[in-house]
């Protein structure tokens, strides 16, 4: 009574073709390697070194953004540096007109009605 089913055909060839794949995958690697070479690999890494200054330099160039930014929120901070940018706006605006501070978001900015 305990006889087995004979398994589908497809289970079969499934099952048999991940018995052997230990032998054929390392095959195929092989073939491949012998029909196309390793061209493909060598051409995309000599792409990718031709990519390094342009990542480098965009990076250099995030990098110092980034630290002007920290310092512009830094010193927005310090209370005694809003003093004086208000107190010189002030004095400017009396003087002939209002006067830009390069680390000040522009008076219309992000935080302005909101």
Request: proline share 10%; glycine share 6%.
């Amino acid at each position: 009574m305990n006889e087995r089913m004979p398994r589908p055909l497809f289970h079969r060839v499934v099952g048999a073709l991940l018995w052997w794949s230990p032998v054929w995958a390392p095959l195929a690697l092989a073939l491949q390697l012998s029909v196309r070479g390793l061209d493909p690999a060598r051409r995309e890494r000599s792409r990718l070194q031709a990519e390094v200054p342009v990542v480098v330099a965009r990076n250099a160039r995030s990098a110092a953004k980034v630290a002007d930014l920290e310092a512009a929120a830094r010193a927005w901070q310090d209370p005694v540096y809003v003093e004086r940018v208000r107190k010189l706006r002030a004095s400017a605006r009396r003087a002939d007109g209002p006067v830009e501070d390069p680390s000040q978001p522009a008076q219309g900015g992000p935080t302005a009605g909101h």
